[in-house]
């Protein structure tokens, strides 16, 4: 199983790298039957692309460890007679 995750997640972080990267490249360009793209619309393309780089980066970052970095995501479980102090207050 966990040759698999791995797998698919270095598929997601270069997919991601790659398509962003072209994107923040060409711009408009990149997209299909575009015809003529404003300024804004470009610039708005190539900001997005860029996030799309900065998460597939992350993901293949994350696949050398990918199980021991998993729990980290997951919401901690408490116990059901533990209470959060913050919340009943001094009565």
Request: charged share 20%; proline share 3%.
């Given at each position: ?35 003529d793209v404003s300024a804004g ?51």
């Amino acid at each position: 199983m966990r040759r698999g995750l791995q797998v698919v997640v270095t598929v997601l972080g270069i997919v991601a790298v790659a398509a962003g990267a072209h994107t923040v490249l060409i711009g408009g360009d990149s997209v299909l039957n575009h015809g003529d793209v404003s300024a804004g619309v470009d610039s708005e393309l190539r900001f997005y692309a860029a996030w799309y780089v900065v998460a597939g980066a992350l993901l293949l970052r994350a696949v050398r460890r990918i199980e021991s970095i998993s729990p980290s995501c997951r919401p901690r479980r408490r116990a059901r007679d533990q209470r959060n102090p913050a919340i009943i207050g001094n009565g």
